[in-house]
């Protein structure tokens, strides 16, 4: 999930909570994501999103915007900014997807005070640890680092990019904390359903491009339509209708408002 439309989206057809990801949000920025995109730029994010929806929100936070320090005014920030749970990864800048080869890990100890500033900085939000140590050290590492994380407080716990169902439940059976899963696309994790995922003890599971990759596909093939057909007549069956969208965005309720405060107006002017 990416913006404020598909969040209100996710809440509408019953989703609980939604994840705000780094690799969507930068993607839909036209930018890659390794640590681009600024504190500022992230919050921004989360405060449209919050503005529109109560909605609990998992945010990417990426490596925590640079060392200890600004971990904890990152926290801070996006905290201020509406997140309900904060993601910090244990990898080196400049970051990258965990699920592509040749990414690096910081030591456990780096991470251990990264956590330990995100903690402090937090006043309610949860904050999810997540290491990226399982394609670099091997899954061994990566419950000892789970295991210490979880010691340093964290509430949840992100094992990143394990590579098959066996392993996830592994890791659950070592690790005894509440585990999120990342259920993302043409990486090293297969296709593993979130009751799977629940039958092995995770109790989050997210889907973090999913919605942007169908998207993607589907603008992508709305606007060859367009320009080699010059109508989108074949494209009406696909589209939300304007209705539709108009109940997304909660329309309604915005015009009723106007038509009650314009009422007012007349009547003391
Ligand atoms: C979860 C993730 O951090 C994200 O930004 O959504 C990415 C997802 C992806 O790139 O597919 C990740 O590093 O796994
Ligand atoms: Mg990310």
Redesign the pocket.
Same mark, same amino acid.
Do not use: K
């Given at each position: 999930m990416f913006n404020a439309f598909s969040a209100l989206l996710a809440e509408k057809v019953g989703f609980k909570a939604v994840?705000l990801?780094?690799?969507? +949000?930068?993607s839909s920025m036209g930018l890659p !994501?390794i640590g681009l995109i600024t504190l500022t730029e992230l919050a921004d994010a989360v405060r449209k999103i919050k503005e529109v929806t109560d909605i609990p929100l998992i945010v !990417?936070a !990426?490596t925590g915007f640079g060392e200890s320090v600004n971990v904890y005014r990152a926290v801070r920030v996006l905290e201020e900014a509406g997140a309900n749970a904060i993601?910090i =990864?244990d990898q080196v800048m400049p970051k990258?997807?965990?699920? +592509?080869d040749g990414k690096e890990v910081i030591s456990k100890d780096e991470m251990v005070f990264k956590l330990r500033a995100a903690i402090r900085a937090r006043r309610d939000a949860l904050i999810v640890a997540?290491t !990226?140590s399982r394609a670099v050290l091997g899954i061994g590492e990566a419950v000892n680092r789970a295991k210490t994380y979880l010691e340093e407080g964290a509430d949840v716990i992100f094992p =990143?990019?394990l590579t098959s169902k066996e392993e996830f439940a592994e890791f659950a059976r070592e690790v005894e904390a509440p585990l999120l899963a990342?259920m993302? =696309?043409?990486?090293k994790t297969p296709l593993i359903s979130a009751t799977e995922f629940r039958e092995m003890g995770y109790k989050y599971v997210?889907f973090?491009?999913t919605i942007f990759r169908v998207a993607a596909k589907a603008m992508k093939e709305a606007l060859q339509v367009l320009l080699e057909k010059g109508t989108q007549a074949p494209l009406m069956e696909l589209m939300m209708t304007r209705k539709e969208q108009y109940e997304v965005i909660k329309y309604n309720f915005y015009e009723q408002l106007d038509k009650e405060l314009s009422k007012y107006k007349q009547k003391n002017p």
């Open positions: 994840y990801s780094g690799g969507a +949000l930068t !994501d !990417d !990426d993601q =990864e990258r997807c965990g699920h +592509l997540r !990226d =990143e990019a990342n993302t =696309e043409f990486g997210i973090p491009v």
